[in-house]
């Protein structure tokens, strides 16, 4: 297995683990290692965020919204742009049910990510999150 295979498979695992704090409701305290904060957007057809205070107002009204929330990560790709950038594409589908009514609702796309190395180059964060990529 070459580097890059292993550098997949660790991102996809903190792709996976983000998603699962994500529909566990962990306190936004969990997150911070997980974005690189000084150089960050998170964007869709309907949302753009680029602070950590916007992601916590975002998280907050997401987890409002919905209750038992899940996602599924499929079809992991990264293509490294350089020692400091890696890309990466993936399948998500999001299934959860309405707060007010208990209708589900699921939602699936493709996403890409962009990570940089932590501020600590302890591993990477995530720069970019671009919802339907």
């Not at 695992?13 to 998170?42: G, M, N, Q």
């Not at 990560?73 to 299934?95: K, M």
């Not at 309405?98 to 609702?105: A, E, R």
Request: charged content about 25%; overall charge negative.
């Amino acid at each position: 297995m070459n580097t890059d295979d292993v550098i997949a498979k660790e991102l996809e695992a903190f792709v996976k683990e983000y998603y699962r704090k994500f529909d566990s409701r962990e306190p936004l305290e969990a997150f911070e290692y997980d974005f690189h904060w000084s150089d960050f957007l998170i964007t869709s057809s309907s949302v753009r965020i680029t602070t950590k205070e916007e992601y916590a107002s975002f998280y907050e009204e997401v987890i409002a919204s919905f209750v038992d929330s899940s996602h599924l990560v499929s079809n992991f790709n990264i293509t490294r742009e350089s020692d400091e950038l890696i890309n990466a594409t993936c399948n998500v589908i999001f299934t959860a049910k309405q707060s007010s009514t208990l209708s589900p609702v699921e939602i699936s796309g493709r996403l890409q990510f962009s990570f940089v190395p932590s501020p600590n180059n302890a591993f990477w964060t995530i720069s970019r999150y671009l919802i339907g990529a």
